[in-house]
């Protein structure tokens, strides 16, 4: 009963990993995949720990267990703080990562070492394999970490629902809920029962919570969103080049627009030479004059608005953008009112030269 416990939370898990990379956008946050792999691993670590008949094979599955127990908490902080759209330092990921990693270190220390475990004891209980374990000095950190990352995770979702109105409500309901589940999992739910590890529960509620959550999350950044759109739009491309001006990266758009990068190399001059001087002298205009203008190119029977702009990891230039968008049909309307008014212009010089013959013939 319990091993077929542990194997349906694990097939659910699977399907949860499915549905996310089936609805996956490029615009989601690496955390959502992490969430999921974590969660996966954990529920089939369950499986195979719960399949285990050896101490020592008990105990290789169970540091891998840990993986998940000791950065799936985490990850899903992170995660929380992206949606309440609170931004930390980088010194303060480096030091919740690095707190993390020593508490996992001593995860690693089992059966080598009395500090994380003192004694380790394999029971089969209901046809499944439980390990029966003295806690050591050093598992007060694992406490330790469980009860700082969740304290943390309560007080994002605090300061964002009473800080940050742009931030969803029903987003941080649900995540509230998962926290909470998360605690009575922990807590509670082994002082009912230490046959089945209710952790593993908790875990697959965060996966479903987490799905919920990010089938919306994007339509909460405009940012995201509008970039998404145009893109897809394929009436902008997009168009890096690094600092000595090496092909990077194009949008399929862009690549239309100009079919002469289509098969240029990364990390590449351009290739065609007729397009690198193009490019060479809008991007020579930028760093002249310190500004980004707007360029029009003709080609063929299309008219081009390209605008060169500095290219930023993070803080740091690291090359320059070009963002071509097809303006041809805005240009073409122009160019119409102009000939219009043109016309126009004519036909008021030759009345206005007739009015003027009319007078001038006009005995007074």
């Known amino acids: 009963m319990v091993l077929t416990f542990y194997i349906v939370i694990c097939i659910l898990s699977l399907i949860c990993c499915a549905v996310f990379y089936w609805k996956k956008r490029n615009f989601y946050s690496v955390r959502y995949t992490m969430i999921f792999l974590l969660a996966f691993l954990s529920h089939f670590c369950y499986v195979l720990l719960a399949l285990a008949r050896d101490v020592r094979e008990a105990l290789i599955i169970n540091k891998f267990l840990y993986v998940g127990g000791c950065f799936l908490p985490l990850v899903g902080l992170l995660l929380v703080f992206s949606i309440c759209k609170i931004h930390v330092s980088k010194w303060v990921h480096f030091v919740l990562v690095g707190f993390c990693m020593i508490v996992y270190c001593c995860v690693l220390t ?17 046809g499944a394999a439980v390990l029966m374990k003295e806690y050591g ?18 007080y ?6 009473l800080h940050k109105p742009d931030v969803s409500r029903r987003n941080l309901a649900i995540a509230a809920f998962m ?3 998360s ?21 697959l509620v965060d996966e479903i919570g987490f799905l ?3 089938d919306r999350v994007v339509l909460y950044d405009v940012g995201d969103l509008v970039s998404s759109s145009i893109i897809k739009e394929g009436q902008f491309g997009y168009i890096s080049l690094d600092l000595q001006k090496r092909y990077l990266s194009a949008t399929d758009a862009a690549k239309r627009f100009f079919p ?10 351009i290739e065609n030479e007729d397009v690198r001087v193009l490019f060479d002298k809008w991007i020579e ?15 063929g029977e299309f008219i081009y608005a390209v605008r060169v702009s500095d290219l930023y990891d993070g803080s740091k230039k690291r090359g320059y953008l070009l963002e071509i968008n097809d303006d041809t049909a805005h240009q073409q309307h122009l160019e119409s009112i102009e000939r219009y008014n043109k016309n126009l212009n004519e036909e008021l010089k030759v009345k206005t030269r007739m009015i003027r013959d009319l007078r001038h013939k006009d005995p007074k």
Not at 111 to 126: A, R
Not at 260 to 269: F, L, P
Not at 285 to 299: A, G, I, M, Q
């Open 110 to 126: 089992s059966g080598y070492l009395p500090l994380f475990y003192e004694s380790v004891e394999l029971e089969i209980h209901d």
């Open 156 to 161: 994002a979702l605090i300061y964002g629902y």
């Open 260 to 269: 002469e990068i289509a098969h240029n190399h990364a990390d590449k001059i």
């Open 285 to 299: 205009d930028l760093k002249r004059e310190n500004v980004s203008k707007l360029h029009y190119h003709r080609r």
């Open 183 to 203: 605690i009575f999992a922990y807590f509670i739910g082994r002082a009912i029962t230490k046959d089945i590890e209710w952790m593993a529960v908790a875990d």
């Open 179 to 181: 926290q909470i589940f």
């Open 212 to 214: 919920i959550i990010m």
């Open 137 to 154: 000095p050093l598992h007060i950190l694992f406490y330790a970490e469980i009860g700082i990352l969740l304290v943390l995770t309560f």
